[in-house]
């Protein structure tokens, strides 16, 4: 839940209500505060914080001048991001530039075994190639694999259940179709994945983030559920993008009971479900807990992100539903990737074993290199996924995406993983960047930090002078 009382102390050198504006802008563009959240009354505030009302009255006043509140009789103030200072997107895809170490993309190599694995598939190609190869809802080969997956982790699963994607981006895509009309709210954490936040923007959705820091704030999600009256839920329960957190099943439950009661569907997105490095206890799968979850799975983070092999588990109710829309939006996913994702379940064990180690060895990598070079930034260290979501001691992650290409390096700025572009202080780091590389990649990092930093540093003072 949002502290107010972290709005203390204020900064010492300005004016009460301009230092107290300034933290609260602060903790929305940390994203601790969802743009759209209501400030308390200015009685209450006055009370938590000690300070006059007169004080409370003109900082919201001037949060309301510059763009950064709504002010509106009845309804108290209400945040929201000035429109200038919605950072640019950044696209995820990643660079192929010889010169250029890209950390934009947490996309790894195809791992040891790959061309094993496709070696099956093609022994099995003679058969396929004997029909139309159209499938628009998956091979039942590779369904039937997928829904014993799910069985054996106690998520009894027919294959009819399963609709096989072409990636599980067009898998979000098609949940999302399914059950949000435009103009209907999908509550989501902010930071999330940034595709699901494209694909929301797409069906015309109406994000209502919840701030994810540290853990899943449950009273967080009751407000804005309550609130907004959200009609589904995205969620990365296992290994979130791009946080690296785990919800306990503790909090799954309880989560699943909030989603019920508001009558919400939960869409799990379990793509980074597998990339575990074994140091925590395994949580229950999201679906065991609330039958009326989608699900979604994806080859392509443990295996290859080049095999566009996603798909959806859907309660048995929504079925004729998810496959209407799969069928609108594509005919199917490739018939040899689908053998090769089969022939990759057969046996994932020892390749998402390996996998998971490697990720697991850069997170160490990472932690070491930046520890030595960058002191000032705060590296976590998660229980498994894809990236490190660092905290930079300035917001200034979109400036360092920037200054960042002219050092021979890409990344992904804080804002792109926000649904409202929050997070300006706050950048994902890849965990699938090749071992031998992190080191020249933090260096490049360290001397793009120190141009974004001097930018900033000489635009202050650009300012003062404007004042
Ligand atoms: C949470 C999440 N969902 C979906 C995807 C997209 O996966 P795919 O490559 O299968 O489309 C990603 C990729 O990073 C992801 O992190």
């Not at 530039?97 to 496709?118: C, M, Y």
Request: hydrophobic share 45%.
């Amino acid at each position: 839940m949002t502290s107010f009382s972290d709005l203390l102390p204020l900064p010492a050198a300005s004016p009460a209500y301009l230092g107290l504006a300034h933290r609260i802008r602060g903790m929305v563009m940390d994203g601790r505060l969802a743009t759209g959240s209501r400030l308390p009354s200015e009685r209450a505030l006055a009370e938590t914080l000690g300070l006059s009302r007169t004080t409370i009255t003109r900082a919201f006043a001037e949060l309301v001048d510059t763009g950064w509140a709504v002010a509106r009789r009845g309804s108290g103030t209400t945040v929201r991001l000035p429109v200038a200072d919605r950072a640019p997107s950044i696209s995820l895809v990643p660079t192929r530039r010889e010169d250029t170490i890209d950390l934009s993309a947490a996309a790894g190599l195809a791992p040891d075994g790959t061309a094993e694995i496709v070696a099956r598939a093609l022994e099995w190609l003679p058969s396929t190639l004997a029909g139309a190869g159209y499938e628009p809802y998956g091979a039942l080969h590779l369904r039937e694999q997928i829904a014993d997956r799910y069985t054996a982790r106690g998520v009894p699963t027919h294959p009819d259940q399963i609709v096989v994607t072409a990636g599980a981006l067009l898998a979000v895509s098609v949940a999302l179709h399914t059950l949000v009309r435009p103009g209907e709210r999908l509550v989501m954490d902010s930071p999330s994945y940034p595709g699901a936040i494209e694909s929301a923007a797409t069906v015309r959705a109406r994000a209502v983030p919840v701030p994810l820091e540290g853990d899943w704030d449950l009273t967080g999600w009751t407000t804005a559920v309550r609130r907004a009256r959200p009609r589904a839920a995205y969620l990365i329960p296992d290994f979130h993008n791009p946080t690296g957190l785990l919800m306990s099943t503790d909090r799954r439950q309880e989560l699943a009971r909030i989603l019920g009661d508001a009558d919400c569907a939960p869409i799990v997105d379990e793509t980074p479900a597998e990339l575990d490095f074994g140091e925590t206890e395994h949580a229950l799968p999201f679906a065991a807990i609330a039958p009326d979850a989608v699900c979604i799975g994806s080859t392509s983070k443990v295996l290859w992100g080049g095999f566009r092999i996603g798909w959806l588990r859907c309660p048995e109710p929504l079925v004729d539903a998810v496959r209407a829309t799969a069928r609108s939006l594509s005919l199917g996913a490739s018939a040899l990737d689908q053998l090769v994702a089969t022939s990759y379940l057969e046996d994932p064990e020892p390749v998402r074993a390996a996998v998971a180690d490697r990720l697991r060895q850069a997170r160490g990598m990472w932690r070491d290199a930046l520890a030595a070079r960058l002191p000032e930034w705060r590296v976590p260290s998660p229980p498994g996924g894809l990236g490190l979501w660092v905290t930079l001691p300035a917001r200034l992650s979109t400036e360092l995406a920037l200054s960042a290409r002219s050092h021979g390096i890409t990344v992904a700025p804080g804002s792109t993983f926000s649904p409202d572009r929050t997070h300006t202080n706050r950048l994902r780091l890849p965990l699938t960047l090749p071992l031998d590389v992190i080191d020249e990649a933090v260096e490049r990092l360290a001397a793009a930090w120190e141009t974004a930093r001097s930018g900033s540093r000489s635009a202050a003072r650009m300012d003062a002078l404007a004042l």
